[in-house]
T-cell receptor, first 117, second 117 residues
Framework: NAGVTQTPKFRVLKTGQSMTLLCAQD?????MYWYRQDPGMGLRLIHY???????AKGEVPDGYNVSRLKKQNFLLGLESAAPSQTSVYFC????????????????FGPGTRLTVL | QQQVKQSPQSLIVQKGGIPIINCAYE??????FPWYQQFPGKGPALLIA?????SEKKEGRFTISFNKSAKQFSLHIMDSQPGDSATYFC????FGAGGTSYGKLTFGQGTILTVHP
């Protein structure tokens, strides 16, 4: 049971390049989330998904797109990278509301450190 | 707009001390308050969580104190150890009727805790 995995771990891009970050979970979770972590800003929600085929915008969605074609995978795309997108990106997943709020622990992946030059 | 404000940004204590991290929230609809612990190079992991129907929750050496009227909650770490050195994030979420918040968490800015031997 690997939990939540993220690929790649590190990446350096040039301004204007595109890339896709992959998140995979093997816990059969319904909900998945993408966050970015910046110093002094905590974690901010980019996009989220409440089930296969669904996506929704979070707090800071501009410049990012997502897709959830399979329940276990959640992809985050940067179409034209900008230096402001230099950050550490975390994916998380949770069961969903069936178990009530105290059952909705979010499980995080190890993160992807992205630098945009 | 930061809906959850966390302080201090950093905290240094000696082994055995009792670090206290404080959070204040604005949205009275929040009804689930977790704390996450993050070690360097890792993703955050749930440490302890509380609902607003109780004023205190204790798990091992970690205690959450909750003041609903003041819209504040805090984390206390008893008998702190060097292994507790990490970044701590408070968070808040709305679970309420209908579950339309989909487990989305609003995080505080984070506190870097260092426990000296």
């Amino acid at each position: 049971n690997a939990g939540v995995t993220q690929t790649p771990k590190f990446r350096v891009l040039k301004t204007g390049q595109s890339m896709t970050l992959l998140c995979a979970q093997d816990m059969n979770h319904e909900y998945m989330y993408w966050y970015r972590q910046d110093p002094g800003m905590g974690l901010r929600l980019i996009h989220y998904s409440v089930g296969e085929g669904t996506t929704a915008k979070g707090e800071v969605p501009d410049g990012y797109n997502v897709s959830r074609l399979k329940k276990q995978n959640f992809l985050l795309g940067l179409e034209s990278a900008a230096p402001s997108q230099t950050s550490v990106y975390f994916c998380a997943s949770t069961h969903g509301l069936a178990g009530g709020p105290l059952m909705n622990e979010q499980f995080f992946g190890p993160g992807t450190r992205l630098t945009v030059l | 707009q930061q809906q959850v404000k966390q302080s201090p940004q950093s905290l240094i204590v000696q082994k055995g001390g009792i670090p206290i991290i404080n959070c204040a929230y604005e949205n009275t609809a929040f009804d689930y308050f977790p704390w996450y612990q993050q070690f360097p190079g890792k993703g955050p992991a749930l440490l302890i969580a509380i609902r607003p129907d109780v004023s205190e929750k204790k798990e091992g050496r970690f205690t959450i104190s909750f003041n609903k009227s003041a819209k504040q909650f805090s984390l206390h770490i008893m008998d702190s150890q060097p292994g507790d050195s990490a970044t701590y994030f408070c968070a808040a979420s709305i679970f309420g009727a209908g579950g339309t918040s989909y487990g989305k968490l609003t995080f505080g800015q984070g506190t870097i805790l260092t426990v000296h031997p």
